[in-house]
């Protein structure tokens, strides 16, 4: 084996990753369930959160923060989805890695 080429190998999948990671931190990812809605960039972090309800009683305090935790759920399912798709082909070689 030629261990350079081992490595120009390993620093160009690294590289790839890292343009992976990159493309996925740049998109916006939504979730939603019933009326409510959020927004998570690739980093995973919640950046916007609209209910489309007009008015909320108190009966729907509860309803609603369920919904939010749910909407958010969706959004981190979508994410992670991202992750696995442009990035699952290197999921095997990076066991031992990280």
Known sequence: MNMQKIMQQAQKMQRDLQNKK??????????????????????KEMISCKISKDEISAEDKEVLEDFIVLAVKDALKKVEDEYQSKMGQYAGMLDGLM
């Open 22 to 43: 990159d493309e996925i931190v740049k998109e916006t990812f939504e979730g939603h369930y019933e009326w409510v809605t959020v927004v998570l960039n690739g980093s």
